[in-house]
C-alpha cells in the first residue's frame, strides 16, 4: 500500500505561482505513474497531469504551458509546479497513484487511488 501526503495549496493572486509536493510512504512509488487532480466542493475529480516512473508526462488542456509536473524519486515524491495561476485554478487539489504498469499515461479519476488528503489551492483576482 502507498499512502500519500499533499502539501504546498494557499492563497496566491492571481499571476503568481505555488508549487504542490506529493509525499509517498510505504510501498515505493517510483515505479508508478502519479497523477495530480482537482476537485470543487460536490463536483467531479478532474485530471489536472500524470508523470510516468520513466518520465513522460500529460497535461490537461487547461493548465499546459502553465503548469509543471516532476517527480524525484529519491525523495519519492512528486510536483506540481503552477505557475500564471488563475482564479479558475482555484480547487482542492489532490495526487493519486495509477497501480497498473501501463504505456500509455491514464487520465481517469478511476483509474487512480491511495489518494491523499488534499491541498487547498486559493487564486484571488
Known amino acids: 500500500q502507498v499512502q500519500l501526503v499533499e502539501s504546498g495549496g494557499g492563497l496566491v493572486q492571481a499571476g503568481g505561482s505555488l508549487r504542490l509536493s506529493c509525499a509517498a510512504s510505504?510501498?515505493?512509488?517510483?515505479?508508478?505513474?502519479m497523477g495530480w487532480f482537482r476537485q470543487a466542493p460536490g463536483k467531479e475529480r478532474l485530471f489536472v497531469a500524470a508523470i510516468s516512473s520513466s518520465g513522460s508526462t500529460a497535461y490537461a488542456n487547461s493548465v499546459k504551458g502553465r503548469f509543471t509536473i516532476s517527480r524525484d524519486n529519491a525523495k519519492n515524491t512528486v510536483y506540481l509546479q503552477m505557475n500564471s495561476l488563475e482564479p479558475e485554478d482555484t480547487d482542492v487539489y489532490y495526487c493519486?497513484?495509477?497501480?497498473?504498469?501501463?504505456?500509455?499515461?491514464?487520465?481517469?479519476?478511476?483509474?487512480?487511488?491511495?489518494w491523499g488528503q488534499g491541498t487547498q489551492v486559493t487564486v484571488s483576482s
Open positions: 510505504g510501498r515505493t512509488s517510483s515505479s508508478y505513474t
Open positions: 493519486g497513484v495509477d497501480f497498473l504498469r501501463l504505456a500509455v499515461l491514464r487520465t481517469g479519476r478511476d483509474n487512480y487511488g491511495s
